[in-house]
C-alpha cells in the first residue's frame, strides 16, 4: 500500500482552535491519509483515544501506518453513523469532533473512481466504492428534469436545464458511461467564465447526490449535541457554501453552541503554495455549551 498523498488542510488551525488536551476522547470523522488524526493522537497522548472513520476502505489502509501504535480505533463508516459507531466501541460522549468534508488528494487523482473530470475513468463517483448507486446509473435513469434539478440545488448551475436536456439526447443514442463523455456534453452546453472548468458544477453535484452528502452531513450536525460532553469541541472544514452554510446556521443554536471562529477560517498564503487545493477550505469551530 502506497503512503497517502494527500495534505491535510488547515492543520495548524484546526489544533490550535479545536486545542486537544491529553487524556481526552476524540473523533476524526473524515480520516483520509490520517494527517489531522495523526496531529490529533500527538496531543491527547497514551492516555487519550481517538475513533476514526472514512467510507473509503482504501483511505483506512492508507491511514493504518501513520497510526500504527497510537491509541487509534479505525471504523469503515461514514459520519452519519457515528453514534452507532461509538457505542459499538464503547462510548456515548466524547471531548472532541472533527470532520473535513473534503476529498484526499488520493481519491481526486485516482481515474478508476471518477470523481474527476481531468482525468477520463468510469463515471462513478462513490466514496464507498463497496455499495451504492453510481454517478453513470443516476445520469443515464434519472428523468431530465429531476437530473436538471440536481444540477441546480446541489451545483448551482444556472444552466442546469441545458445541461439535463443535452445528457438526455446523448443517452438515448447510447449510455453516459466515462467522466470524459460527461464533461463533454457539459462543456459543450454551458459557457465558460473565466478561469473554472464547466464541467465543475455538474461534476460536484452529481457527487453530492451519489454520496447524500449533504444529508449526511444534516444527519452529523444533528447528532453532535447529545455526541459531545459539556465542553467539547466541534471542528468542521467545508468546501463550498451549500456545506459551509449548514454548519455556520447549526452552530448559530445559542442554547447548544458557543462559536470559537466568528467567521470561517481559511488557508494562508504560505499553505496555498504548498496546497493549492486548500483554497476552498473553510473552518468553523464551536464548544458544546
Known amino acids: 500500500m502506497s503512503p497517502p498523498r494527500h495534505v491535510p488542510v488547515l492543520a495548524e488551525e484546526v489544533i490550535r482552535l479545536a486545542d486537544p488536551q491529553p487524556g481526552e476522547t476524540w473523533v476524526d470523522c473524515t480520516v483520509g491519509g ?6 490529533i493522537v500527538e496531543r491527547i497522548g497514551p492516555s487519550g483515544r481517538l475513533i476514526g472513520l472514512d467510507q473509503d476502505p482504501g483511505m483506512l489502509d492508507k491511514a493504518r501506518p501513520q497510526l500504527e501504535g497510537l491509541p487509534a480505533t479505525l471504523v469503515h463508516a ?11 466501541n464503547g ?20 481515474r478508476q473512481r471518477g470523481l474527476s473530470f481531468r482525468e477520463d475513468g468510469p463515471l462513478d463517483m462513490r466514496l464507498d466504492p463497496t455499495s451504492g448507486t453510481t454517478a453513470a446509473d443516476l445520469v443515464n435513469a434519472m428523468s431530465e428534469a429531476a437530473l436538471a434539478d440536481v444540477f441546480f440545488e446541489f451545483g448551482e448551475e444556472r444552466h442546469s436545464r441545458r445541461v439535463a436536456r443535452r445528457i438526455a439526447e446523448r443517452r438515448a443514442e447510447k449510455p453516459i458511461a466515462t467522466t470524459a463523455e460527461l ?4 462543456r459543450r452546453s454551458v459557457p465558460r467564465s473565466g478561469g473554472i472548468d464547466p464541467a465543475t458544477r455538474v461534476f460536484q453535484a452529481l457527487r453530492i447526490a451519489v454520496n447524500d452528502e449533504l444529508g449526511s452531513l444534516d444527519r452529523l450536525l444533528a447528532s453532535l449535541p447529545a455526541i459531545l460532553k459539556p465542553g467539547g469541541r466541534a471542528a468542521i472544514i467545508s468546501f463550498h457554501s451549500l456545506e459551509d452554510r449548514r454548519v455556520k446556521q447549526a452552530f448559530k443554536n445559542a442554547d447548544v453552541w458557543q462559536i470559537v471562529t466568528k467567521k470561517p477560517v481559511e488557508a494562508g498564503d504560505a499553505e496555498l503554495s504548498r496546497n493549492p487545493r486548500a483554497r476552498s477550505a473553510k473552518l468553523r469551530v464551536a464548544i458544546r455549551v
Open 183 to 186: 464533461a463533454d456534453i457539459v
Open 91 to 110: 462510548l456515548s460522549q466524547v471531548n472532541g469532533v472533527l470532520a473535513d468534508l473534503g476529498f484526499a488528494s488520493d481519491q481526486m487523482d485516482d
Open 78 to 88: 461514514n459520519f452519519d453513523q457515528l453514534a452507532g459507531t461509538l457505542e459499538r
Open 34 to 39: 490520517g494527517g489531522h488524526s495523526r496531529l
